[in-house]
T-cell receptor, first 109, second 113 residues
């Protein structure tokens, strides 16, 4: 099956800093989504982005499907951005999303 | 518009007992997915269901685990004769159609004593 690799595995930032999280995948994808799992375990869908660029407030995402990667940008980070960020993809005839192992983000006050 | 509802939030079972986890999808969503998350790990797909049909159960253990999504009522993930290794967070997600944006419930934390 498709392999999904996220980097970095861990990231520590001071409040106000910017960051870029990366998601590489081993095959072409039909569907790519970014999720944030907060410290209480809740999973929030941030972006549905099989290709192109989208922005939502301080967050934006870009997927370059032909080069098999996606980037999540977080600007002016806040402590509430802490948690784990997952990339998930749907590829080929698969019917369900395959998740990466996540990036653990800690934003310090 | 309520989101995906899962209950119970926490479930404690002794080894050998049965666990039943419930999931009501978002209104208008007919596609339900179950994922399992072990501590410090990502989410692993278990099963994908539509009303009254199992579409893909390739991630389900072959024994003790079953899932259903009846015409009326919530989707149920059932684990028989639980073992300590079943301790995990179980998440349900729903979408309005296949390959569409996925919305997750708050999860059920299963602890097996």
């Amino acid at each position: 099956g498709i392999q999904v690799e996220q980097s970095p595995p861990d990231l520590i930032l001071q409040e106000g800093a910017n960051s870029t999280l990366r998601c590489n995948f081993s095959d072409s994808v039909n569907n790519l989504q970014w999720f944030h799992q907060n410290p209480w375990g809740q999973l929030i869908n941030l972006f549905y982005i099989p290709s192109g660029t989208k922005q939502n407030g301080r967050l934006s995402a870009t997927t370059v499907a032909t080069e098999r990667y996606s980037l999540l940008y977080i600007s002016s980070s806040q402590t509430t951005d802490s948690g784990v960020y997952f990339c998930a993809v749907l590829s080929g005839s698969a019917r369900q999303l395959t998740f990466g192992s996540g990036t653990q983000l800690t934003v310090l006050p | 518009n309520a989101g995906v509802m899962q209950n119970p939030r926490h479930l404690v079972r002794r080894r050998g007992q049965e666990a039943r986890l419930r999931c009501s999808p978002m209104k208008g969503h007919s596609h339900v997915y179950w994922y399992r998350q072990l501590p410090e790990e990502g989410l692993k797909f278990m099963v994908y269901l539509q009303k009254e049909n199992i579409i893909d159960e390739s991630g389900m253990p072959k024994e003790r685990f079953s899932a259903e999504f009846p015409k009326e009522g919530p989707s149920i993930l059932r684990i028989q004769q639980v073992v300590r290794g079943d301790s995990a967070a179980y998440f349900c997600a729903s979408s309005p159609g296949p390959s569409e944006k996925l919305f997750f419930g708050s999860g059920t934390q299963l602890s097996v004593l």
